[in-house]
């Protein structure tokens, strides 16, 4: 199978269906729209579902149904319709549901715009939904990137029975690219007991998420939480590039992220001795290679679609060892290479 | 011919078995069950309970067993 | 001669033996069993999933043995389009009540109901919304007193309840509906079969089934539960007539 052209958005759906998504609910939303376009042209194709919901409320129940039922499901929205899916996230965080959601970002706060942003980071990876618990968030920068990842997302929901994020942006899912589809390989994943598929031969099973006995709902927490340390042990993934003989260093994922390898690009001819950390998963976020990095780089500069919500991790990461500087577009702008460039310049001379 | 039995430990004393007998064999006794509850039950000495089961349909909490005697052929 | 006495009646296999919570001449308790005891006469327990709300009857998952969800408020409907597409094969039903179905569920009610989704809602209307303390429900009548609406419910302020069953069979998708009573053992006769025929539609393909049934509830409504299945007939009734309102059109 050769190269093929395709958007961001395509791309992740084909991606779902090669790694076994069968069912998709979703509702629409610029700019992901491609994403359930293409799930109801190509779900009957493979023998899946494609169901329009009426809501984004009622998709992410219906992934709450189906996930129940043992099936790989993934649905699609960004902003507004992110929000009205929190409660639902939390539900299935807390049923222990595997599932994969995706978020094309676009301006916010609010109806915002439809342009790409990345100002729902706070929501993706601080909670979103009520209660203790964690969604495992992969940040792609690529189209190509994002196929990897997405194929990923669904072996890492049903490993951990935890509900996975793909945070994108309207560039990224808008954007043409060549994107190769390699043929996957099964992981060898716990066989699902606790699935709803009537209770033949076997005693019942609930999927349920009330638990009024305080003493009960504590273990269910501490079962999520160990859950969750142990994705914060085994899954970060960060790329580091130029960092080696840096002096300085920009922070960024998604979009952002690609404009500022075209800085750097820049920068390194001019002399400058800069590099990138990009976090590729949000959570589990990549303290450990900002604190050491930190050792030797006394200067970093984050840039961000949003006015500024990774930038509380580094600062955890780095902990006060260097000084960090921020630069943002938000409500839909897309900071370009220059600007990275000018930002970069000023934290070198040490100018506001 | 028939009788019912009435768990003394899971009725509720909600009295609508009372008001479903047509032959009106059961009532509220002063006996308090473990959860609290003035509890019903079954008096039928003159042995009239045809064991209908309309008693034991309204009950919420199916407290109510009802026997009825074996007839030969035909239905109640 | 003492004659042969054969139990007759019994609890359900499909209803488990375990106190309910439910308060005293409860509807909910009388529809629960009925619908275990459909279960168990269609023989298809093994095949069947539930899908509680959130309302008094959150906790029935526990009082039936099947494979049973707890969907998050007003959303059981959704979540079970998302079992019954994954599984067309099994049988696959929501339980609901007033806040449930009517209030914050109403568009997922309609929906389901559009989808012409092969799932049976049984949906408990008793006017109120009694596991939060008996605040105003949309199916509450004008004039009843509840706790948000103390000096009795009025039109202009808070609308007019709103009737479910005539409602969505409105709907295409729709196949079977039905409004039933628990009030007295002749209408709890009636709506066993109005449960069994809405499983029967669903099990024959035919599309969306819903059994509406009206209920007391006594301790929201603040009278005994004898007073309470008379409010039923006398108020509830004139304004929820019983029926089937949309019936299977087959062959």
Redesign the interface.
């Known amino acids: 199978m050769g190269k093929e052209f395709m958007t961001g958005n395509e791309a992740i759906a084909e991606a779902a269906i090669q790694a076994g998504c069968r069912y998709f609910f979703g509702y629409p939303i610029t700019p992901q729209n491609e994403i359930p376009e293409y799930m109801s042209k190509r779900l009957p194709e493979v023998g899946g579902v494609y169901l329009q919901a009426e809501s984004e409320v009622a998709a992410i129940n219906m992934l709450f149904g189906a996930a129940g039922a043992g099936a790989r499901v993934m649905t699609s929205s960004s902003g507004p319709g992110i929000s009205l899916m929190q409660e639902g996230i939390s539900f299935l965080a807390a049923a222990q549901l595997p599932c994969v959601i995706v978020n094309i970002m676009r301006g916010g706060p609010g109806l915002g715009g439809i342009q790409p942003s990345q100002s729902d980071y706070f929501q993706a990876t601080k909670g979103g939904g009520h209660g203790d618990y964690h969604l495992l968030v992969l940040a792609p920068y690529t189209v190509q990137e994002a196929v990897s990842l997405t194929i990923e997302a669904f072996d890492l929901a049903d490993k951990y029975r935890n509900p996975v994020m793909i945070l994108g942006d309207g560039c990224m899912g808008q954007m043409m690219e060549p994107v190769e589809f390699k043929k996957t390989v099964p992981r060898n994943l716990p066989a699902k007991t606790w699935t709803l598929t009537g209770a033949k031969g076997r005693p019942r099973n609930v999927v349920k998420t009330l638990y009024l006995d305080p003493v009960a709902l504590e273990k269910i927490n501490l079962e999520i939480n160990r859950k969750v340390q142990e994705i914060t042990k085994n899954e970060v993934r960060v790329e580091t590039y130029q960092t080696d003989d840096a002096e300085v260093v920009i922070a960024a994922y998604g979009t952002v992220a690609r404009i500022a390898k075209t800085a750097i690009k820049a920068l390194r001819e001019k002399g400058v001795k800069v590099g990138m950390v990009r976090p590729i998963t949000v959570f589990p976020f990549p303290y450990e290679t900002f604190e050491k990095i930190a050792h030797e780089v006394k200067k970093f500069l984050v840039v961000e679609m949003s006015f500024g919500q990774m930038i509380e991790d580094v600062k955890l990461g780095v902990c006060g060892k260097a000084q960090i500087r921020f630069y943002g577009r938000t409500g839909g702008m897309v900071p370009s290479y220059e600007e990275i460039i000018a930002e970069t310049e000023k934290l070198v001379k040490g100018v506001n | 011919m028939g009788k019912i039995t009435i768990n003394q430990n899971t009725c509720k004393g909600c009295m609508l078995c009372i008001n479903a007998c047509p032959s009106h064999l059961i009532r509220i006794t002063q006996r308090i069950n473990p959860s609290g509850y003035y509890t019903a039950d079954f008096v039928d000495q003159e042995g009239k309970c045809t064991g209908c089961t309309l008693c034991a349909i309204t009950c919420p909490e199916v407290a109510i067993e009802v026997y009825r005697k074996e007839k030969l052929g035909g239905e109640k | 001669m003492q ?9 359900p296999r499909t ?1 488990r033996p375990v ?2 919570h ?9 529809t629960t ?1 009925l619908v275990a005891e459909v279960i168990d006469e269609l023989g298809i ?5 539930g ?2 709300p959130v309302g008094c009857s ?2 029935s ?1 526990n009082y039936l ?8 408020h007003g ?1 059981a409907p ?10 067309p094969e ?1 049988v696959v039903f929501t339980y609901q009540g007033d806040g449930d179905f009517a209030s914050i569920g109403t ?2 009610a ?2 389901v109901a559009a ?1 012409g989704e092969k799932i049976t809602t049984i949906f408990i209307n008793n006017a109120i919304y009694g596991m939060t303390g008996g605040q105003m429900a949309p199916t509450t009548l004008i004039g009843q007193k509840t706790t948000t609406s103390p000096m009795g419910r009025v039109a202009d302020q808070a609308g007019f309840p709103i009737r479910m069953a005539e409602l969505l069979a409105t709907i295409n998708g729709v196949a079977y509906i039905a409004r039933v009573s628990v009030h ?2 002749k209408n ?2 009636q709506t066993k079969r109005a449960i069994r025929k809405a499983f029967e539609t669903q099990m024959k393909g035919l599309g969306y089934s819903m059994v509406e049934v009206l209920s007391q509830c ?1 301790t929201a409504w603040g009278m ?3 007073e309470a ?1 008379k409010w039923v007939e006398e108020k509830m009734i004139p304004y929820y007539p019983l029926g089937e309102f949309k019936v299977p059109k087959e062959g």
């Open positions: 004659a042969e006495l054969k139990k007759i009646f019994t609890r209803l106190a309910t439910y308060c005293p001449g409860c509807g909910h308790g009388i069993r327990r093994e095949k069947t999933v899908v509680a959150v906790l998952y043995d099947l494979d049973m969800y707890e969907a998050a959303r959704a979540v079970a389009t998302g079992c019954k597409r994954v599984h099994l568009a997922e309609v929906h989808r007295n053992s709890i006769i006594p005994t539960p004898v299945t």
